[in-house]
């Protein structure tokens, strides 16, 4: 009963604050109506109060998107407000004004409402979709939540790989790797067993190798065939197996359920070629297997993140397995070579010992042959300048034919076995080329003329006058091969020709290996020498160069073989960067022999450049040396008669010294030439040549100082100049040649080495 009193004086208060006056007198009924117009007048004021909440929003709203809908709408409101505020005047009876504003401000309001409805038909469904974008947002947020707990378990994975990757690689122990390995995963994943099994010898067996705990006896096999093996085997992931599988069964059993179990394959290196310790030989891809087992007391489960860390380990394992192997073999392999590198080097000091034996020998056997050899020689040639009769003369001509024939098969045999290991040089110098040709044919007519074979030599004008080269090794190939066409010629002609080849001239089908390159400082010498003997089969050709061979034609003939003298050709060719081959049709009809050797062309020919033996004259041969005091030192008495015969016939006065005391004692500057072996046995000759240096000064007024030698190496040559001697004589000696070197020697001062 009081709030109807308060309501009524509150509505009181309103007509009067409106100037409404409603008569008193109004019928109960009427009472409604004052409800509507109090109605009316609250309505209208929160119409007009939303619109002012509306700008607040938009105001205080930087992303809303709908702002000129919001304004419509709240003209929408401020017109509904205003209408029920005018229909307050309209309770009662009211002016034509009032009902001409209260329709206006209805039709506004209608077409308001209209306009603000069809709008809405179009912004709901944007309203929708975003509240569907918003769901989507949700649900992305959900996701990467979700991913970023993914991201965050496989750092803490890798971590924890990189923790036991670190441990793995911190050594290459195989043995090592494994049980860290082990260790570690147990640590990380609390795990009650883990062990691996790892292939038998025989592949065909699992052997227990590693457990975590040691429950059990390592030493256990299982068949390599079970179907829970070859399940794990099949695949490359990590794979779940019963507790009571036969590699799993390695705890003892307890009154709680066992844990769950999962393997894993390792794969092992693939091996082929070497074993590594106990580890079989693998032909083929082949696994251990790895077994892990979660504690038997708790209901805990595999987690995926787990399930890749295991097999990320699994991996590493195998790659630090392969890198132990790896390092054993290497290992292996470097005891191995150290054992081949020992053995090698002593093979290497043996074959440096051989070498220097058989040196040794060949210098010893070189000296010994050479020894006897020039007494031959040399009285054989003193013999030859005495009265004989005929019988006798052909008899000594014969001895010294012989006895030249023994001196160069020596020189070959000595020549070959320097070749073959190499120590063999070329003697450059300047020498004449054509000279050298006559003096090839003069050498040769004397032997073709008792065969009555006719010789011819042809000279192209184009070759040079002189030539750099070896000049000894270029007479001593001419000689061989001109030699040769001679023996197995009975009867017709051998003609020698030479010119300078061409560039289509160098290439032969037969030797590709052989590349010539013409340039202006040298220049290719192709020889050729023909004759009409007996020929040669052509499938005997390739043999001719070998030692000591012999073809059926030769053997039928008796002509005997080639020896060594083609063999040596074709490596004193080979060392003039040239070639060398032989051209036959057949039995009968003769063969041709041809080589190309590289010569220099001098600079400017001077004839200073010339070998001092090369411009012997003729008159040289008749000069006798009267009164001419020579000393000779040789240890070997008969060397020394031989010499001191040679030098008598000559005119000389010898004085012959069989020491270096004796030698130092009886020298004095009256001896204008001194002879002296340098191979004599426990006496430094050259120490004699440095004291007889020391004690003359000056040359003019000292002995000149030849050495005679029976070694061909150029060691001996050059320890000959280094201590000042004035030149070199190899044995055997003969007349002429002692009188030549004698000649050579007054007129320049020094002689260069004479063979």
Known sequence: MGSMLRMNRLLSSIVESCNCIIDPQLPADDLLMKYQYISDFFIALAYFSIPVELIYF?????????????????????????????????????????????????????????????????????LLSVKTRELFLKKKAAQLDREMGIIRTQEETGRHVRMLTHEIRSTLDRHTILKTTLVELGKMLALEECALWMPTRTGLELQLSYTLRHQNPVGLTVPIQLPVINQVFGTNRVVQISPNSPVARLRPAGKYMPGEVVAVRVPLLHLSNFQINDWPELSTKRYALMVLMLPSDSARQWHVHELELVEVVADQVAVALSHAAILEESMRARDLLMEQNVALDLARREAEMAVRARNDFLAVMNHEMRTPMHAIIALSSLLQETDLTPEQRLMVETILKSSNLLATLINDVLDLSRLEDGSLQLDIDTFNLPALFREVLSLIKPIASVKKLFVTLSLSSDLPEYVIGDEKRLMQILLNIVGNAVKFSKEGSVSISAFVAKSDSLRDPRAPEFFAVPSENHFYLRVQVKDTGIGINPQDIPNLFSKFTQSQALATTNAGGTGLGLAICKRFVNLMEGHIWVESEGLGKGSTAIFIAKLGIPGCANESKLPFMAKLTANHMQVTFQGLKVLVMDDNGVSRMVTKGLLTHLGCDVTTVGSRDECLRVITQEHKVVFMDVSMAGIDCYEVAVVIHERFGKRHGRPLIVALTGNTDRVTKENCMRVGMDGVILKPVSVDKMRSVLSELLEHGVVLESS
């Open 58 to 126: 938009v105001k205080k709203s930087a992303v809303f998107p709908y702002r000129w809908v919001l304004v419509q709408f709240g003209a929408f409101i401020v017109l509904c407000g205003a209408t029920h505020l005018i229909n307050l005047w309209t309770f009662n009876m009211h002016t034509r004004n009032v009902a001409i504003v209260m329709t206006t401000a209805k039709v506004l309001t209608a077409l308001v409402s209209c306009i603000t409805a069809l709008l809405l038909v179009h912004i709901i469904p944007d």
